[in-house]
T-cell receptor, first 114, second 112 residues
Framework: DSGVTQTPKHLITATGQRVTLRCSPR?????VYWYQQSLDQGLQFLIQYYNGEERAKGNILERFSAQQFPDLHSELNLSSLELGDSALYFC?????????????FGDGTRLSIL | GNSVTQMEGPVTLSEEAFLTINCTYTATGYPSLFWYVQYPGEGLQLLLKATKADDKGSNKGFEATYRKETTSFHLEKGSVQVSDSAVYFC???????????WGAGTKLIIKP
C-alpha cells in the first residue's frame, strides 16, 4: 500500500460528459502529480501541484483541469470527453518539490468512454 | 529534451534465469533515475532508485547502477521467479522538470 488513494477505481461514461477524479496523497506529502497511461502513448505527465499551487504542466489538454485543495487532496477534471480519453489516470505524491525524491503512486482510475 | 529508451518486450525467461532489462537515457545535467514495476491489474510501485552517478539502487533482489558514461540504468536480477512477471518502467526526473519521463515499459514473462 503506497498510501496514495485514488477514487473511483473505475469510471464508465459517454462522449461529451465531464468527470472528476480524486486523489489523496500520502500523509505529509505536499506534491501531487497526475499521469495518463494509454496503450498508444504510454505514460505521460499531465500536471503537478505543490502545496496548493500549480508547479508544472505537461501534455494536458485544455479540456482537462486540476486543482489541489488546502487539505492537499487533488482533483483532476476531464470535460467534453472523447473516445481517446479512455486511459488509466494515476496520481502520485512526494514529500517535497524535488527531482530526486521518488513519487509514490495510487492504484489509478480507469476511465472508459463509450 | 529528456527521454528514456527501454528494450522492447516481451522478455520471456524461465524461472531462476538471469534478468537484464536495458534502459538508456538522454538528459541535460544529472537526472535521478528510477525503476517502477506494474503488476497485472495494479498501479505503479517504486522498485529502486539512484540519484547520482555510480549509485546502485537495489530492492527485492533487483539492482541497477547509474552509469553516467554510458547514460544507462540497466535493471538486473540474478534469479527470477514467476512472481516477477510484470511490466517494468525506467524513468528519470531532473532538476528543472520534477515530473517523471518514462520509458515505454518492458513486459517480463517468467515461465515455471
Amino acid at each position: 500500500d503506497s498510501g496514495v488513494t485514488q477514487t473511483p477505481k473505475h469510471l464508465i461514461t459517454a462522449t461529451g460528459q465531464r468527470v472528476t477524479l480524486r486523489c489523496s496523497p500520502r500523509s505529509g506529502d505536499l506534491s501531487v502529480y497526475w499521469y495518463q497511461q494509454s496503450l498508444d502513448q504510454g505514460l505521460q505527465f499531465l500536471i503537478q501541484y505543490y502545496n496548493g499551487e500549480e508547479r508544472a504542466k505537461g501534455n494536458i489538454l485544455e479540456r482537462f483541469s486540476a486543482q489541489q485543495f488546502p487539505d492537499l487532496h487533488s482533483e483532476l477534471n476531464l470535460s467534453s470527453l472523447e473516445l481517446g480519453d479512455s486511459a488509466l489516470y494515476f496520481c502520485a505524491s512526494s514529500p517535497r518539490d524535488s527531482y530526486n525524491q521518488p513519487q509514490h503512486f495510487g492504484d489509478g482510475t480507469r476511465l472508459s468512454i463509450l | 529534451g529528456n527521454s528514456v529508451t527501454q528494450m522492447e518486450g516481451p522478455v520471456t525467461l524461465s524461472e531462476e534465469a538471469f534478468l537484464t532489462i536495458n534502459c538508456t537515457y538522454t538528459a541535460t545535467g544529472y537526472p535521478s533515475l528510477f525503476w517502477y514495476v506494474q503488476y497485472p491489474g495494479e498501479g505503479l510501485q517504486l522498485l529502486l532508485k539512484a540519484t547520482k552517478a555510480d549509485d546502485k539502487g537495489s530492492n527485492k533482489g533487483f539492482e541497477a547502477t547509474y552509469r553516467k558514461e554510458t547514460t544507462s540504468f540497466h535493471l538486473e536480477k540474478g534469479s527470477v521467479q514467476v512472481s516477477d512477471s510484470a511490466v517494468y518502467f525506467c524513468a528519470l526526473s531532473d532538476h528543472s522538470n520534477y515530473q517523471l519521463i518514462w520509458g515505454a515499459g518492458t513486459k517480463l514473462i517468467i515461465k515455471p
